[in-house]
């Protein structure tokens, strides 16, 4: 019984962490394994077999699709960026340059805006950036933008939708 104690005492965490380690492996780890299996393996159904192959994975090195991915990494680079250099000097503002009755109140403005629906903030930006928009024809007016210019569809626009 002291025994069982004291395993029961030094592995409480690992105990602890069992369910979440068993939902993670049934719903993200073995569907992963099934996907992976069936990218590799064809099916013949003359000789009701699966054989070894690489067939699909010629496709993803085609031109076009390594066009693709390439542009989605410069993306991901450009949006990692962008966050490193706005979040790390907030970061550090906030935590050293901020009165303690001010952190609070700063900390909750940051926090605020992710409690807002992803599709909400798109529906936004896409208002705001729509041809008519009060943006659009104010960037007219002054003369940065011509009228025939459009701010959506564009990779600033993908940028930006990502950064916020």
Same mark, same amino acid.
């Given at each position: 019984?002291?025994?069982?104690?004291?395993?029961?005492?030094?592995?409480?965490?690992?105990?602890?962490?069992?369910? %979440? /380690?068993?939902?993670?492996?049934? +719903?993200?780890?073995?569907?992963?394994?099934? &996907? !992976? =299996?069936? $990218?590799?393996?064809?099916?013949?159904?003359?000789?009701?077999?699966?054989?070894?192959?690489?067939?699909?994975?010629?496709?993803?090195?085609?031109?076009?699709?390594?066009?693709?991915?390439?542009?989605?990494?410069?993306?991901?680079?450009?949006?990692?960026?962008?966050?490193?250099?706005?979040?790390?000097?907030?970061?550090?503002?906030? %935590? /050293?340059?901020?009165?303690?009755? +001010?952190?609070?109140?700063?900390?909750?403005? &940051? !926090? =605020?805006? $992710?409690?807002?629906?992803?599709?909400?903030?798109?529906?936004?930006?896409?208002?705001?950036?729509?041809?008519?928009?009060?943006?659009?024809?104010?960037?007219?007016?002054?003369?940065?933008?011509?009228?025939?210019?459009?701010?959506?569809?564009?990779?600033?626009?993908?940028?930006?939708?990502?950064?916020?």
């Amino acid at each position: 019984m002291r025994l069982l104690k004291r395993i029961f005492a030094e592995e409480v965490a690992f105990l602890f962490t069992c369910p %979440a /380690l068993l939902w993670q492996s049934v +719903f993200l780890y073995i569907p992963f394994l099934i &996907l !992976i =299996l069936f $990218s590799v393996f064809d099916y013949m159904p003359s000789t009701q077999t699966y054989h070894f192959t690489l067939f699909y994975y010629r496709h993803v090195f085609n031109s076009l699709y390594i066009k693709i991915i390439f542009r989605s990494l410069i993306l991901a680079l450009l949006n990692a960026v962008i966050c490193f250099l706005i979040a790390y000097p907030v970061a550090y503002y906030l %935590a /050293l340059k901020v009165r303690r009755r +001010f952190k609070t109140m700063f900390l909750f403005s &940051l !926090i =605020l805006p $992710s409690w807002i629906s992803l599709i909400i903030q798109v529906y936004a930006w896409f208002f705001l950036l729509e041809k008519n928009s009060l943006i659009s024809r104010f960037l007219q007016t002054i003369g940065l933008i011509s009228p025939t210019y459009h701010l959506l569809n564009n990779y600033f626009t993908i940028v930006l939708g990502m950064v916020s």
